[in-house]
């Protein structure tokens, strides 16, 4: 059996004023067709979104079922990080 764990990270940004989410979102956007299919490394974003000013924790662990019927399949952990 082959093991394969999916995060998902997700987080709110403050209330945004109309200048600086038109500024995230025109970066953004810039970098998604820019770098598409390579996508934003995590420190471009993390320079995008000021991301060193959340504490994230997982909040949810959904374990597959691990019946072993088939050793050659994939069993997906999914782990939820909040900010």
């Given at each position: 059996?082959?093991?394969?764990i999916n995060f998902e990270i997700s987080f709110e940004t403050n209330v945004l004023?109309?200048?600086?989410y038109a500024e995230i979102m025109d970066v953004i956007e810039a970098q998604m067709k820019k770098n598409h299919p390579d996508g934003i490394p995590f420190d471009e974003f993390a320079?995008?979104?000021?991301?060193k000013?959340?504490?994230f924790h997982p909040t949810?662990?959904?374990y597959p079922d691990l019946?072993?019927?088939?050793?050659?399949?994939?069993k997906?952990?999914?782990?939820?990080?909040k900010a």
């Open positions: 059996m082959i093991h394969k004023q109309e200048q600086d320079q995008i979104v000021p991301l000013e959340f504490k949810t662990i959904q019946n072993w019927d088939d050793e050659y399949s994939i997906e952990t999914k782990i939820e990080i």
